[in-house]
């Protein structure tokens, strides 16, 4: 399954603490694919370090970029489908070159998606998530 996995989403996993860190140990373990772009990466850093001042944030992305299952993509075409937060673009576009199964997501701006037929790009909120992964 390969995901794009939203800032709000990423914040809340990786934590050790954090309830939601097995979805981040599942894409340590590569169990899960990954999709990112260089815009989304450097969302992730910001936001990290903006959060997690005594977290290594640095080698922890550089990890992550480093993973065979972590794809990066370089999307040719802003397709602009988030009106109410373009920023939330760039998760979309990358979800688009990928073809990714799913944005996870718990940002509302994204529910616009589901009135969208072309392209189509799927969300699911990171507690579905957990639920699918722990599906057999």
């Known amino acids: ?5 939203d800032t709000n989403v990423l914040i809340a996993i990786v934590p050790s603490k954090s309830r939601y860190h097995s979805v981040y140990q599942a894409i340590q373990q590569k169990k899960i694919l990954m999709a990112i772009t260089s815009e989304i ?9 903006l959060r997690y001042k005594n ?9 992550l970029v480093n ?3 972590v794809f990066l993509y370089s999307p040719d075409f802003n397709w602009n489908l988030i009106a109410a937060d373009p920023e939330d673009n760039k ?3 990358c979800a688009v070159a990928a073809n990714a199964d799913f944005i996870v997501t718990n940002d509302a701006h994204f529910n616009i998606l589901k009135t969208i037929s072309f392209p189509k790009v799927n969300t699911i909120s990171l507690q579905e998530f957990i639920s699918l992964l722990q599906t057999p």
């Open 91 to 93: 998760f979309v576009d």
């Open 67 to 69: 993973s065979r299952n």
């Open 1 to 5: 399954m390969l995901v794009v996995i």
């Open 41 to 49: 990466l450097l969302e992730y850093e910001e936001q990290l370090k």
């Open 55 to 63: 977290y290594s944030v640095d080698e922890e992305l550089e990890g």
